[in-house]
């Protein structure tokens, strides 16, 4: 597809905005679909040097340790150290009006995780899942979003090859569903669009049945109180951090909380990390 091209905006289930729409339009949409493509907001020369500055990050990424994580996929995080184009796509206008209106019943939000996701020939779909599951099931109630999140399409997304899938409108269903994927439609989108969706929609990473990678960079805010009061990471210097004991250090949060809060990077342990023992991906990595 060729930039002169008109959008994608065919996806039923999904309604695209042009990139100079306004946040209060884009909170009203997910408030009442849950996910919203906005077309073409990053440039394509963007998305080229991000992907410059992570090649070698996403080259030396293992592939995921189970299917959730995605067997023939690679999710490479560390985003705002290893690529500084990354942190302008995390403080993009639009998008931080528009969660600044989705989350603007908390106090405060925060980054929750800045990851690309490769999606790699033959990976099967993944398990419908609300991102929002990551904070240990909690039953959020409905309507009562801790989450805004995106996925930037860094290739043009299509069904073929990948491009994520969700139930429109879904975020307002009960909890705890295993839904299948005959529920779900993909999000198409060119690269550079990108799917705002809130951590109560249910949604998956597509099949894909081509013969290149499908990679997306998903950029995820969350509830400022979703975290320790003290914090441990800086009130403790990490030379004094390595010489504790490692049930103290576990304590302190030097370890997951529930199944994947709190990896570094590419999906390493922060024990690890900080005791310098280098572990790849963690096997433990599930639904977040
Ligand atoms: O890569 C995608 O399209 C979505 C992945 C996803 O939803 C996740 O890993 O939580
Ligand atoms: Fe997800």
């Given at each position: 597809?060729?930039?002169?091209?008109?959008?994608?905006s065919?996806?039923?289930?999904?309604?695209?905005?042009?990139?100079?729409?306004?946040?209060?339009?884009?909170?009203?949409?997910?408030?009442?679909?849950?996910?919203?493509?906005?077309?073409?907001?990053?440039?394509?020369?963007?998305?080229?040097?991000?992907?410059?500055?992570m090649?070698?990050?996403?080259?030396?990424?293992?592939?995921?340790?189970?299917?959730?994580?995605?067997?023939?996929?690679?999710?490479?995080?560390?985003?705002?150290?290893?690529?500084?184009?990354?942190?302008?796509l995390?403080?993009?206008?639009?998008?931080?009006?528009?969660?600044?209106?989705?989350?603007?019943?908390?106090?405060?939000?925060?980054?929750?995780?800045?990851?690309?996701?490769?999606?790699?020939?033959?990976?099967?779909?993944?398990?419908?899942h609300?991102d929002q599951?990551?904070?240990?099931?909690?039953?959020?109630?409905?309507?009562?979003?801790?989450?805004?999140?995106?996925?930037?399409?860094?290739?043009?997304?299509?069904?073929?090859?990948?491009?994520?899938?969700?139930v429109?409108?879904?975020?307002?269903?009960?909890?705890?569903?295993?839904?299948d994927?005959?529920?779900?439609?993909?999000?198409?989108?060119?690269?550079?669009?990108?799917?705002?969706?809130?951590?109560?929609?249910?949604?998956?990473g597509?099949?894909?049945?081509?013969?290149?990678?499908?990679?997306?960079?998903?950029?995820?805010?969350?509830?400022?109180?979703?975290?320790?009061?003290?914090?441990?990471?800086?009130?403790?210097?990490?030379?004094?951090?390595?010489?504790?004991?490692?049930?103290?250090?576990?304590l302190?949060?030097?370890?997951?909380?529930?199944?994947?809060?709190?990896?570094?990077?590419?999906?390493?342990?922060?024990?690890?990390?900080?005791?310098?023992?280098?572990?790849?991906?963690?096997?433990?990595?599930?639904?977040?």
């Open positions: 597809m060729s930039r002169s091209d008109p959008p994608i065919s996806t039923p289930g999904i309604r695209h905005l042009p990139p100079d729409t306004s946040p209060a339009l884009l909170a009203g949409v997910l408030a009442e679909e849950g996910a919203v493509i906005v077309d073409r907001l990053a440039d394509p020369a963007t998305i080229d040097a991000l992907f410059a500055e090649e070698p990050w996403i080259a030396a990424t293992p592939l995921g340790a189970d299917e959730f994580a995605g067997r023939f996929t690679r999710r490479t995080g560390g985003l705002i150290a290893r690529s500084p184009t990354a942190r302008g995390v403080t993009h206008p639009l998008i931080t009006a528009t969660v600044d209106l989705v989350l603007g019943h908390l106090t405060t939000y925060q980054l929750h995780l800045t990851q690309v996701i490769e999606i790699g020939p033959g990976n099967p779909a993944q398990a419908v609300r599951w990551a904070f240990d099931f909690f039953p959020f109630p409905p309507g009562y979003e801790v989450q805004c999140n995106t996925i930037w399409a860094g290739d043009d997304f299509t069904a073929e090859n990948g491009a994520t899938r969700l429109p409108r879904s975020h307002l269903m009960e909890d705890r569903l295993r839904l994927h005959d529920r779900t439609v993909p999000a198409e989108m060119d690269k550079g669009s990108v799917l705002v969706y809130t951590g109560s929609l249910y949604h998956s597509g099949e894909n049945r081509t013969i290149g990678p499908r990679r997306g960079i998903n950029i995820t805010y969350s509830a400022g109180f979703l975290r320790q009061e003290e914090n441990q990471y800086l009130s403790v210097p990490p030379e004094t951090a390595r010489e504790l004991p490692e049930d103290l250090l576990r302190m949060g030097y370890r997951r909380g529930a199944y994947a809060l709190g990896y570094v990077d590419d999906l390493r342990d922060p024990l690890d990390v900080l005791l310098g023992r280098d572990s790849g991906a963690d096997p433990g990595f599930s639904p977040r």
